[in-house]
């Protein structure tokens, strides 16, 4: 089972900063957070991961709370191409049974022009 | 191109039959995933094979098995096929570690 709760769906404009919450407040220490999105029925694409310090790359930002129990990602500019379902994910780094990445329902983000 | 190649892109078949999806990693990833989205379920993960050896099992039905050859390509084997098989079938890969996983662009398949 999922171990993250988001919003189904969020609306966002188009040249505006589109902010998804995650709450994952059974988190373990060692577990990361990551986020992925599918573009309508493509392969799931990897945006950006982190554990407790926050962390921007060319896609977004991630923002993970102090206590660990909930992060925002950041797309700080979001356009018409960044309509799709963002999926937040917590799995230990190792790999096995505990260590594969698990899909929730996700967030289903519409930019809109 | 993600690096992570699947084929066939489309297969349609008929229920009882069998089929085979194949998988080829990016290169240097030793782990590959297989994982199910059909539209009422979402994406469940199936199995994960390491460097040739199963390392985790989800969700895979018994008429499913896979396999990771020495060259690291994996297939995913599904008999007995029934309607309800019909579904995106998705291949990731990975280094290993906290690192991310790499998806292809997924096989559809049809099952009539």
């Known amino acids: 089972d999922a171990k993250t709760t988001q919003p189904p769906s969020m609306d966002c404009a188009e040249g505006r900063a589109a902010n998804l919450p995650c709450n994952h407040s059974t988190i373990s220490g060692n577990e990361y957070v990551y986020w992925y999105r599918q573009i309508h029925s493509q392969g799931p694409q990897y945006i950006i991961h982190?554990?407790?310090n926050n962390e921007t790359n060319e896609m977004a930002s991630l923002i993970i709370t102090e206590d660990r129990k909930s992060s925002t990602l950041i797309l700080p500019h979001a356009t018409l191409r960044d309509t799709a379902v963002y999926y937040c994910i917590v799995r230990l780094p190792h790999g096995g049974s505990q260590g594969n990445l698990i899909f929730g329902k996700g967030t289903k983000l519409s930019v809109k022009p | 191109d993600s690096g992570v190649t699947q084929t066939p892109k489309h297969l349609i078949t008929a229920t009882g039959q069998r089929v085979t999806l194949r998988c080829s990693p990016r290169?240097?990833?030793?782990?590959v995933y297989w994982y199910q989205q059909s539209l009422d379920q979402g994406l469940q993960f199936l199995i994960q094979?390491?460097?040739?050896?199963?390392?985790a099992k989800g969700n895979i039905l018994e008429r499913f098995s896979a396999q990771q050859f020495p060259d690291l390509h994996s297939e995913l084997n599904l008999s007995s096929l029934e309607l309800g098989d019909s579904a995106l079938y998705f291949c990731?890969?990975?280094?290993?570690?906290?690192?991310?996983?790499?998806f292809g662009s997924g096989t559809r398949l049809t099952v009539v």
């Open positions: 982190g554990l407790k």
């Open positions: 290169s240097g990833d030793l782990s």
């Open positions: 094979y390491y460097n040739g050896e199963e390392r």
């Open positions: 990731a890969s990975s280094v290993g570690g906290a690192g991310g996983y790499t």
